[in-house]
Structures are given as C-alpha cells and as structure tokens.
C-alpha cells in the first residue's frame, strides 16, 4: 500500500474519530448481545478426524465393538480380596447405578455382577454357559469359593476384570456418542462413586469423559487466571512500563473489544469455544495489548519529540504504524487459518475463532488505539515518576552499538545460523502425539493419571483399541484359517510391551472345547472346521441374551471385533502398533476376509496424530509462505520475505526444541498454538523493520536508521514482550490444568526469542545484507556506510 494512500486514511480516521468510535461501539455492543450467549465447551464430534479411514471403521462398529468414550471403574479393597458380600454387593450396585447416567449404552455395562460375563462348565445335559454372578451375589461361602474358583479359570475374566492379586474389580461402561454431554456424564458418575466409597474401599475412575469432566470443572479456575494474568499486566504496565493511564487502560480496552467481537462473530457462526482453549485466548489477547502498546509508545515518542498535539501525534501514528501492523495481522491470522485445513472440526474452529479475533487487531490495534490516544489531554502527563527508561534507553543503545560493529554483528548472526541448524535438529524430533502415559492435560502425579497409573499395573490396559475382520459372506468366522489368523495377529501384537493383552471371537471357542473334552487342556483349541467351530459357539451362547454375541462378532458371523488393550497411547506407542498390525495384514492375507484397522479410543487417537502430523508440516510450510508473499506484496520486493525467515525461523526452532526437551508434545490441542506461534516469530521484527526503514529514508544512513528503529519500535518491543512474558508465566505456576501451564510457558519462550530476534539478529542482518527493500528509499546521497 502507498505512504500517500496510509497518510490518506490516517488523517480520514483522525478526523472523523467521533464516527469511527460511534461505529465501534456500536459494533461492540452488537457483538457483546452476541458474546453472552457464546458456548465454552467440548464436543464430542469436534474432536474426530471424520474423513479419516480409521474412523470409518470405528464410527460403523462402535456401537458393538466399544466407542472411544469408555470409562474404567475400579473398586479397590485395602485388605483381604474382593470376594466377600461388601465388595461384590458394590460392584454390582454401581453397575446398577450405571443403567441411569445419561447416554449410556446399556448393553456396554461389564463387570463380574453382569451378564456377559460368563461361566463355561459341563453339565447333565452337556455344556453349560451361565453368567458368573448374575442376578444374585454368592449366598453361602461354599458358593463364594466356587466363584472365585471359575473367576481364576476364566481367562476373559482373570486378569481382564478381575486383577491378578483378587483385590481389584473392573467395571467398564460404554456411552452413545450421539448423546454425549461431558460435564453431565462426569458429575452423575462422580455421584454414584462418592456413595460407595468407603474406609475398606478405594474405588478409581478414569476415561476419556472423567477426563473432560475434569477439565470443564477447572474452568472456573481456568477463567480467574486469565483475569488474574491480565490484571497482572496492567499492573506491570502502569507501575514499570508504560507509567500512565492511556498507557494501560487503552491497550487494556483493545483486548476486551477485540474478544467481545471475536466471541460476538463466533456466537454468529454457531461455533463453540473448547475449554482448552483459553489459554489461546490469552495468547491472542496479549498480541492486541502488544500491538496497541506498540502505538502508545509511537504516540509517547512523538510527544516528547516535539509533536504540538495529542491529535497530530496520533494521526502520525496511525500513518507510520498501519502497515506494519497490518502486516503482522495478516501473518499472524494467515498462521493460525493454516490448521483449518485439518480434517478436524476442533481445530477448525479454533482455527477459525482465531483468525478472527487476530483480524481485530486491525480495528483495535491499529486504527482505535490511535483514536483513543487522539483524545488525551495532557500527553506530557505521566501518573508517577518512577521510570526504567533508563535502562532500556540502555540495553537499546548497547544492542545498536553491538550490531553497528562488524565484529559484533558477525557473532550475532553466526550464533543465530549456528542456532537454527542444532535447534531445527532437536526441534524435529519432537513428539506427534502424547508423550507421556496417562493424560497430558493434567499433571503427571494428578489423581486422574495416578488412577491410569494404578489400572494400567494391575489390568491389562485402560486404553483400547478393536480391529475389525470383515468376512466376504456369512459364517467366514467359522473358518478355522480365519480363527487361527486372528489368533496370531493378537499373539502378535501382543509381543509390543505396551499391549497387556487382547480378547477376539477367537478366545471362546477353545475354552469351550476343553470343556467339552472333560477340561483336559490338550482340547483347547479351534476346532477342526466350520462345522466343529459352528457346534462350539452355539454351546457357549447356549441360553445368553441378545446383544452377548455383540462386542466379539456380529450375529451372522461377518464381522468380528479383535479388542486391544494399551498401557499408554503415547505417540510412538501409537505409531509402532499401527505399522507392525500393517506389517502383519501384508504378510498374512485371508482368503475370505480382510482385516481393517481401527477403533476404539486408541484407533481414535492413532488416526487424530496421523492427521496432526501431516497437517503441522502443510500449516508451516503454508504459514511461512504467506509471510513471504505478504511481506512481498508489502515492501513490493521479491526477497523482503526471506529476510524475515531468520527471526522466524529462530524463535520457531528454539522453542520445538524447549518442547522436545520439556517432553511437550504436538497434539490436538497444542497445535494452535504453535501455528499461531509462527506469526508471532516475525511480528516484533516487523514493527523494527519497519521503523528502520522509515528511519532510513529520512537520514539514508543505516547505521543510525538502526540506532533510531531500536530506541523508537525496539522501545515498543521491549515494553511489551517484557510484561507479557512475565505475566503469561504465572500459568505455569496457577494452573493445575498441564497443558495450559505448559503451553503458557512456551508462549512465554517463544516471546522472548522472538523479541531478542527483532533485536539483536535482525538489526545486524540488515547491517551486514543492506536489503534493498530498506535502502532503496534513503536520502538521495546520504552516507550508507556503517562504522
């Protein structure tokens, strides 16, 4: 965009500021009718790669083979083993108590009191199946000694819901996803728990619904920490930075317009906020209050410069600053919308309430500011007189006399490339996926990882999986090849560490044909053909319910369900299961069947980290585009982009590798934030630029077009990214929600770099290149040299 046309709309602002601000409020309080009805929530579906093959599986057979919602209960006894009338009487009370939580799946309730759960034994009239403890509990010791004797003989119960020591019972429960209400679900459970927990009695829970339950129970707290935090910045602003009411109260009323119109045109798109994303939010909001403190401090400049008025230094603000600043907007916005190119309606959305809110910082930063500034009265004004200009007058002039060295500029920029080459080395290394067992949401030593913990030692896994073998006509499950297949694909899998163990179609017929051969373990086995096969299934269902079939095969012998059960769902964990069940299909073709890959939570997951693994390096590579063709368009030269890569590139690499060493991991959840994270690399290098640039076109000497960049935007760049760090760091010590606290303080590094980029790397960049989109425009005949 041309200077006259900025100047142009500067001074069309300025003068009509009365109607720019009656616009403004007006909108605001349109979109503040809208905010309030705004929705902060998880749902379910926003979290599913749709398009996904995996999900295509998982979504046609949740309903039989379990969905991705199941919860874990585990009723603990402290002393003696669960086989007494207290214990069992609970275990089968909860399951009871279960039937009446909204959504859940009724015919998904396993435990030791429930029908499906059964007992294969030789009777007078053959082989008889009958359900291990339902309807009624043991009524004699004699009987409470022969269930425990069946439990210990059953190996789908063994070990699967009963633990090994006998001390712990698993109760498993299912929930339509279509129905699904998290904070719902979470407190009905919690309800039924706390009634039955007791001094002989530890009962856990764990599950990906506890799990969001947690998470929307914290958000009261979620939400006084981002208040607390902005009030903290103030504070910082007013008692050490800025030092003045327009200083701190301005940039303050930028951030609340700019999330009551982003919240207002969410509300408008129908579109819900995740509680996770707060602290996005708060990302988002500390860049309006960074680029309107950029402008109060132009404005300040301008005042102590000699400007005659309030309203002559704000349109000169508005002029040397819109550009730049809308630059920053659009690189920032530009980096977020990259993600919405995922297949995942959670981070569509924050991709897209994100791309908005930052889009108003072109409202609230760049044009409102200045007009809010434009009505001060006394500019010479400060509220007190303590100052550290001093200091960072200081640490300014040294970075100028630092980059005005040839020496030293050469350190600086060696030490950035040497920086970015072992930085982009760790830096890829980082994690897709979890990267630690349990949940990275909340913190390692939480209850709630505790429990995965407790669980994950004593079953076989709280995390599952269901591989699908689909038969290309009726009764194929009976084919004894097919059953031996899938025998060896679970023993298989089952070799990885993080698989405790699994449980198919295939697991009911050899038990039963021990039976039948006088429990003489030389029989148990699959049957010879179709016809045995055939015999010994209708043996085991022999008097079951509807639905008993379900969660192994569908009725007509199609379709099975081979369960999987994980320790962790780590990101490694993920892709190593997933590429040695490829290898195993590859090698092992069925005739008549075919295996298909995946459901469950875990196939949820593994497909969710495929997703976020492609989708990181199309976002990056398409973020770093836009800011090449914007600064282009911009600065209308070819190479103006490249030039800022370095700082970007800098604070980028840094920070990935601070997240491979913290053990910070690249999911769902955190890549918003490190999409926006790409824009925010460049945006302080952008206001310095800039202002070198225009610096330079006045003296043509590059030198002191540095010095006067760094004392006038490396001023702003100071005042905010020191406060706004500072701040955002109190996450990591409030928060008791992992992730916010972990992405605060990467937000928090990223920062940081990217301010001592802007700079310490970018002022010797240009001192050493000279780019001609800064020169080009210098004082006819002035010096370029630099000492």
């Given at each position: 965009m041309k200077t006259s046309v900025i100047l142009r709309l500067a001074e069309f602002f300025i003068a009509r500021r009365t109607w720019v601000l009656s616009v403004i409020g007006i909108l605001t309080a349109v979109f503040l009718f809208l905010a309030t009805g705004a929705q902060v929530k998880t749902v379910f579906d926003d979290l599913l790669p749709s398009r996904h093959p995996y999900m295509e599986v998982h979504n046609a057979y949740k309903?039989?083979?379990?969905?991705?919602?199941?919860?874990?209960?585990?009723?603990?006894?402290?002393?003696?083993?669960?086989?007494?009338?207290?214990?069992?009487?609970?275990?089968?009370?909860?399951?009871?108590?279960?039937?009446?939580?909204?959504?859940?799946?009724?015919?998904?309730?396993?435990?030791?009191?429930?029908?499906?759960?059964?007992?294969?034994?030789?009777?007078?009239?053959?082989?008889?199946?009958?359900?291990?403890?339902?309807?009624?509990?043991?009524?004699?010791?004699?009987?409470?000694?022969?269930?425990?004797?069946?439990?210990?003989?059953?190996?789908?119960?063994?070990?699967?819901?009963?633990?090994?020591?006998?001390?712990?019972?698993?109760?498993?429960?299912?929930?339509?996803?279509?129905?699904?209400?998290?904070?719902?679900?979470?407190?009905?459970?919690m309800e039924i728990l706390d009634r039955y927990e007791g001094d002989d009695i530890q009962i856990s829970v764990v599950g990906e619904p506890i799990l969001q339950g947690i998470i929307n129970a914290k958000l009261p707290q979620t939400i006084t920490i981002f208040v607390s935090s902005l009030g903290a910045l103030g504070l910082l602003l007013f008692v050490f930075f800025m030092r003045s009411y327009r200083g701190t109260l301005v940039p303050m009323l930028a951030a609340i317009v700019s999330a009551i119109w982003a919240l207002g045109i969410a509300r408008l798109l129908g579109m819900n906020f995740d509680p996770l994303g707060v602290v996005i939010a708060f990302l988002i909001t500390a860049r309006v209050v960074s680029h309107s403190v950029q402008a109060?401090?132009?404005?300040?400049?301008?005042?102590?410069?000699?400007?005659?008025?309030?309203?002559?230094?704000?349109?000169?603000?508005?002029?040397?600053?819109?550009?730049?600043?809308i630059l920053a907007v659009i690189t920032d916005a530009g980096g977020v919308l990259m993600v919405a190119l995922a297949p995942i309606p959670l981070l569509q959305k924050t991709a897209i309430i994100g791309a908005i809110w930052v889009s108003c910082i072109s409202v609230t930063g760049v044009i409102l500011t200045p007009v809010l500034l434009s009505y001060v009265r006394n500019p010479h004004k400060y509220a007190h007189r303590l100052s550290i200009d001093p200091a960072i007058s200081g640490f300014l002039r040294w970075a100028a006399r630092s980059c005005a060295s040839s020496k030293g500029r050469a350190v600086i920029v060696s030490v950035a490339l040497v920086l970015i080459a072992v930085c982009g080395y760790f830096g890829n290394q980082i994690e897709i996926g979890d990267a630690n067992p349990g949940t990275p949401l909340l913190w390692q030593d939480s209850e709630y990882n505790v429990a995965v913990e407790e669980i994950n030692s004593t079953f076989l896994g709280t995390d599952r999986m269901f591989v699908v073998v689909r038969g290309e006509e009726k009764d194929v499950l009976k084919d004894p090849d097919v059953l031996q297949s899938i025998v060896r694909f679970q023993r298989y899998v089952e070799r990885q560490q993080e698989v405790g163990g699994s449980i198919s179609l295939a697991d009911l017929i050899p038990s039963t044909k021990r039976v039948l051969y006088e429990d003489n373990p030389r029989f148990e086995e699959i049957g010879w053909d179709n016809f045995a096969n055939a015999e010994l299934l209708y043996m085991f269902l022999a008097g079951s319910d509807p639905g008993d079939l379900d969660r192994f095969s569908d009725m007509v012998y199609q379709t099975a369900g081979i369960t999987l059960y994980f320790r962790d769902h780590k990101g490694g964990t993920l892709r190593t299961a997933v590429a040695r069940m490829k290898a195993f299909i590859d090698a092992n073709p069925l005739k008549n069947a075919t295996f298909q890959l995946a459901g469950g939570l875990v196939g949820v997951l593994a497909a969710v980290n495929e997703v976020v693994f492609r989708i990181e390096l199309q976002s990056a590579a398409l973020a770093l585009l836009v800011v090449l063709i914007t600064s282009a368009l911009t600065y209308r030269y070819g190479t103006a982009g490249l030039y800022f890569m370095i700082p970007l590139l800098l604070s980028n690499t840094i920070t990935f590798t601070f997240m491979h060493f913290m053990g910070i991991s690249l999911n769902i959840n955190s890549l918003p934030v490190t999409a926006l994270g790409i824009g925010l690399g460049v945006d302080y290098a952008i206001y310095v630029v800039d202002c070198i640039k225009e610096e330079f076109a006045g003296s043509g000497d590059i030198a002191e077009a540095v010095e006067k960049g760094l004392l006038g935007a490396g001023r702003g760049v100071v005042l905010t990214a020191t406060p706004l760090v500072l701040t955002t760091t109190l996450w990591y010590f409030f928060s008791s929600l992992r992730f916010q606290a972990e992405m605060a303080i990467l937000i928090a590094v990223w920062m940081a770099v990217a301010a001592l980029s802007a700079l310490l790397v970018m002022p010797a960049v240009i001192l050493i290149v000279r780019p001609a989109f800064i020169v080009a425009n210098g004082t006819s005949g002035a010096s370029t040299q630099t000492a």
């Open positions: 309903g039989s083979f379990g969905g991705s919602n199941l919860v874990s209960i585990v009723v603990r006894v402290k002393e003696g083993d669960i086989f007494n009338l207290e214990v069992l009487g609970k275990v089968q009370s909860i399951g009871k108590d279960l039937l009446k939580v909204s959504g859940v799946n009724e015919f998904q309730i396993i435990s030791l009191a429930s029908k499906k759960l059964r007992d294969v034994r030789a009777g007078t009239y053959g082989v008889e199946t009958k359900p291990l403890m339902w309807p009624y509990l043991p009524k004699s010791p004699e009987a409470m000694q022969k269930l425990k004797e069946a439990v210990l003989a059953n190996r789908l119960v063994y070990g699967t819901y009963v633990s090994r020591d006998l001390k712990a019972a698993l109760i498993t429960v299912d929930f339509i996803e279509q129905q699904m209400d998290y904070p719902t679900v979470y407190r009905e459970i109060v401090n132009r404005f300040d400049l301008m005042i102590s410069g000699g400007m005659e008025n309030s309203r002559a230094a704000a349109q000169s603000v508005l002029g040397q600053l819109f550009k730049p600043g």
